[in-house]
Every structure is written in structure tokens, then in C-alpha cells.
């Protein structure tokens, strides 16, 4: 679970990259201060290195996906062979046991 602490750089950072300002551990600490809310020092600065030459913008986008660059090359070399399984499924064979065939229905 994410302290308070965590939380403050999360959303400072956040404010801004929305406003379009450059993430420094300063700042994330700027902000936090004028906030009002107590953190230890050195989380501005991890988070200003952790997000050093990253886009803010994809790795929000990218939430809830365990590694976004290694799924994607996944997917698409997994891209041709996913087309000719939905090939085949689309070719629906007809079951001599459904109950279509045998004239009755669940409301018959």
C-alpha cells in the first residue's frame, strides 16, 4: 500500500506533467509544501530520477499492464497466426447431436 508520501509525489508529478512543467525533485517539493503536506525529503528526488526521460503521458496510459514493450512485440508477431485461428473458427460445423437437429428447441 502507498503512503502518504508516495501518494504527494505521485500527484504532484502528475499536476506537472499536465501543466506541462518539467518534473525536478524541487518542483515536486514546491508543490507538495504548498500543499501542506508533510513528506520525507528524499521521495521528491526518486521520483524526479525514476521518472527522468520518461513519458509521463504513455506510462499513465499504460496503467495495469505488467510490461507494455515485450507484450506488444508479443502481439504482434502472435498477430498472423491469431487471424488464421479466427479463420478457422468461423467455419462452424454442425454438431448431429444439437438439439437444432433434432427438430426441438428449449421453447418448444
Do not use: Q
Not at 24 to 29: A, Q
Amino acid at each position: 500500500m502507498a503512503s502518504n508520501s508516495e501518494l504527494a509525489c505521485v500527484y504532484a508529478s502528475l499536476i506537472l506533467h499536465d501543466d506541462g512543467v518539467e518534473v525536478t525533485g524541487e518542483k515536486i517539493s514546491s508543490l507538495i509544501s504548498a500543499a501542506k503536506v508533510d513528506i520525507e525529503p528524499f521521495w521528491a528526488g526518486l521520483f524526479a530520477k525514476a521518472l527522468e526521460g520518461r513519458n509521463i503521458g504513455d506510462l499513465v496510459s499504460n496503467i495495469g499492464s505488467a510490461s507494455a514493450a515485450p507484450a506488444a512485440a508479443t502481439s504482434a508477431a502472435a498477430a498472423p497466426a491469431a487471424a488464421e485461428e479466427k479463420k478457422a473458427e468461423k467455419a462452424p460445423e454442425s454438431d448431429p447431436e444439437s438439439d437444432d437437429d433434432m427438430g426441438f428447441g428449449l421453447f418448444d
